[in-house]
T-cell receptor
Framework: DQQVKQNSPSLSVQEGRISILNCDYT??????FLWYKKYPAEGPTFLIS?????DKNEDGRFTVFLNKSAKHLSLHIVPSQPGDSAVYFC??????????FGKGTRLSVIA | DTAVSQTPKYLVTQMGNDKSIKCEQN?????MYWYKQDSKKFLKIMFS???????INETVPNRFSPKSPDKAHLNLHINSLELGDSAVYFC??????????FGPGTRLTVL
């Protein structure tokens, strides 16, 4: 039973446009959410996070939105750049057990 | 300075062999993990370990065993390797169950 779902395995976006990656979760005990970025042949790297007491967190071109009632979060990248092409993993935590990861979404930013 | 390091980066071996992958973190974290990224690119947690408890994903065969000589190291031992064990294995560490830092991965190929 997947507690964290990324339903889009891939996404293609034109350079300069907005990329929106989505993530849904089922466990209402999750109170901390993270996005990781992974390039081929490298380990995932932390990108941005959000606590359940917030509904938005922004860091440069990256913004994460959290809708607790819908159990949904999204990562917005604007403007998208070719270097953003990678696999993005959503992850969630209840603070007492290890992070639960989604299956990832492969983002391709086309120049 | 590499925060989480793994050796070797590549490992090619025959079926039936026993092998180990080493992991070291210099972040002072109290919790370490092993993940398997399979052919479908899913990140599956295998173990999480701190000085108090080892949490094992119940789907992991008992041919896999983590060994922690000290807080900075969590090595992965695999006995009687099988073809299906071919994957990329990632080590990670965190303070408690917060944001995790990943190593670069070890690509294991079983022939």
């Amino acid at each position: 039973d997947q507690q964290v779902k990324q339903n889009s395995p891939s996404l293609s976006v034109q350079e300069g446009r907005i990329s929106i990656l989505n993530c849904d979760y089922t466990n209402s005990m999750f109170d901390y959410f993270l996005w990781y970025k992974k390039y081929p042949a490298e380990g995932p790297t932390f990108l941005i996070s959000i606590s359940s007491i917030k509904d938005k967190n922004e860091d440069g071109r990256f913004t994460v939105f959290l809708n607790k009632s819908a159990k949904h979060l999204s990562l917005h990248i604007v403007p998208s750049q070719p270097g953003d092409s990678a696999v993005y993993f959503c992850a969630a935590s209840d603070g007492n057990t290890p992070l639960v990861f989604g299956k990832g979404t492969r983002l391709s930013v086309i120049a | 300075d590499t925060a989480v390091s793994q050796t070797p980066k590549y490992l090619v071996t025959q079926m039936g062999n026993d092998k180990s992958i080493k992991c070291e973190q210099n972040l002072g974290h109290d919790t370490m993990y092993w993940y398997k990224q399979d052919s479908k690119k899913f990140l599956k947690i295998m173990f999480s370990y701190n000085n108090k408890e080892l949490i094992i994903n119940e789907t992991v065969p008992n041919r896999f065993s983590p060994k922690s000589p000290d807080k900075a190291h969590l090595n992965l031992h695999i006995n009687s390797l099988e073809l299906g064990d071919s994957a990329v294995y990632f080590c990670a560490s965190s303070h408690r169950y917060n944001e995790q830092f990943f190593g670069p991965g070890t690509r294991l190929t079983v022939l």
